[in-house]
């Protein structure tokens, strides 16, 4: 081997489980999140919640740095627009779901993922108090959602899946924001199995793919998804409108 094949080829343990395998970068983050949300199903009670939240974050974060020089190049964060999408979002986000709550043919199971019954709200004043435990879980849920959530879901979702559905061979030859009618609608659809709200989260996952297909830039959704689910989660705790932690 010669001397530039050397210095090209993976040099450590995990350069080496990249280059043979570039779709981990973007799946790993979000399938930890994912196992360490399951988690939750062996833990009855709200009173977990805060540890299984923190737990959660924390993880899909440590997650993400371990691969973050792996990703492909975020382009630009476009902080204004990103400021102004992410209000429309958010009012997407609020008034669609309780239009579509309130319409006698809207499925009342939880199969489809659907609203709990209000007494399994977690409320966090009657959990936590006011007091520094309030603040501290707030820190991590908001935090975590505003943060961690949007580096993970981007990723997977439109850095990943997005292309992998246009070239599964080798989907890392496939520029960010490439669109297919096929890629568009799938990855619309099926994010509504990671969503509680399916029919909201359908609409605002069909309008946030549209968007990246305008400003092909990772870096710009992480932004306003950030900003959506930092706004969204504001209003939860300033109405008590607790339908809509997740």
């Known amino acids: ?107 009342k199971t939880q199969i489809m993922g659907t609203d709990a019954e209000p007494k399994d709200y977690y409320n966090c004043y009657e959990q936590l108090g006011r007091g520094w435990a309030l603040w501290l879980f707030l820190i991590v849920r908001i935090g975590g959602a505003s943060i961690v959530v949007p580096i993970v879901e981007e990723i997977f979702w439109r850095g990943f899946v997005l292309r992998v559905l246009i070239d599964s061979r080798r989907f890392e030859t496939v520029p960010l924001g490439m669109y297919t009618l096929r890629s568009f609608i799938i990855c619309s659809v099926a994010s509504a199995l990671e969503h509680p709200m399916w029919e909201v989260g359908i609409l605002c996952w069909l309008f946030w793919n549209l968007l990246f297909y305008w400003k092909k830039s990772l870096l710009f959704m992480m932004v306003m998804h950030g900003l959506t689910n930092f706004m969204l989660y504001t209003y939860v705790v300033w109405k008590e409108d607790w339908v809509f932690w997740s």
Not at 77 to 84: A, D, G, Q, R
């Open 1 to 107: 081997m010669n001397d530039s094949a050397e210095l090209d080829a993976p040099q450590t343990w995990l350069d080496r489980q990249v280059h043979a395998r570039p779709e981990l970068p973007y799946i790993a983050p979000f399938m930890t999140f994912l196992a360490l949300m399951a988690v939750g199903q062996f833990f009855e009670g709200p009173q977990h919640l805060p540890w299984l939240y923190t737990l959660r974050t924390v993880g899909a974060l440590v997650v993400s740095l371990i691969f973050w020089k792996y990703f492909p190049p975020l382009g630009k964060p476009h902080i204004l627009l990103s400021v102004v999408l992410a209000v429309v979002s958010t009012a997407m986000w609020i008034y669609v779901h309780k239009w579509f709550a309130a319409q006698s043919w809207y499925p």
